[in-house]
């Protein structure tokens, strides 16, 4: 137990005096996660408008199908992009593997379902309120995706925010393409898992730590954004 407390205290110390090598992983780990949460919801948000306006014979095994894929083993993304992108792979005359690029492809193809969604049940809603008025506006299907879009901008952006949690949280996919080099694609939870290997308690806790407070803050975010509190929805 005195071991627990002394690393607890040393990685508080660690967090406070801002140690250069997690200051380091902290923001390699915020630029890879916001990189993907960007390019996910550049491809994920017209996804879920497009679904919620357009009827067509694959509407519903479409979104059956992100929704399986909600679920996707990450490991299993890992090792797909790892195949893609190794050097006997299609694209490994690219040269991404184990570098950060390639661990924002695996980020981008886990929260793409999830943002999707979201942000479909969200606009879905949105789309039975808006339905008569912008049909009878003689609306475009690309100005009504646009109208939802924007309508929908905060439980949107409340699907940004799982997005970013489930990601910044990945550590099979990331430690499988990334390799977990240092000073190139360690990150927060791949540091975790090597630092407590090594038995260095002090630096995985002042990590864990950091991932935790990047949870907490992303969770209040969702229900101040969402104003569960006002609606009395908490």
């Known amino acids: 137990m005195s071991d627990l407390w002394e690393g607890i205290g040393q990685a508080l110390w660690l967090l406070v005096t801002l140690d250069a090598d997690l200051v380091e992983i902290t923001l390699r780990s915020l630029r890879v996660t916001l990189t993907a949460l960007v390019i996910a919801c550049a491809i994920a948000l017209p996804i879920g408008a497009f679904l919620a306006v357009r009827r067509f014979r694959a509407r519903r095994f479409t979104i059956a199908l992100l929704n399986a894929l909600m679920g996707l083993p990450p490991v299993v993304v890992g090792l797909i992009v790892y195949v893609l992108l190794s050097r006997s792979g299609p694209f490994g005359v ?13 980020q981008v193809v886990i929260i793409v379902p999830l943002i999707s969604s979201i942000a479909h049940q969200a606009l879905r809603e949105l789309w039975s309120d808006y339905h008569d008025l912008l049909i009878s506006l003689n609306t475009t299907q690309r100005q009504r995706m646009a109208a939802l879009l924007w309508d929908g901008r905060r439980a949107l952006l409340t699907a940004a925010l799982a997005g970013f949690g ?11 393409v990334g390799g977990n080099i240092d000073h190139h694609t360690r990150v927060l939870t791949t540091a975790i898992a090597l630092e407590t290997g090594k038995g260095d308690f002090a630096m995985a806790l002042g990590l864990g730590f950091v991932l935790i407070l ?16 006002q609606e009395g929805r908490w």
Do not use: D, K, Q, S
């Open 94 to 106: 690219m040269g991404l593997i184990f570098t950060p690029t390639a661990m924002i492809i695996a």
């Open 166 to 176: 489930r990601a910044i949280g990945e550590v099979g996919a990331i430690m499988i």
């Open 214 to 229: 990047l949870a907490i803050a992303v969770n209040l975010a969702i229900h101040i954004i969402g104003r569960t509190e």
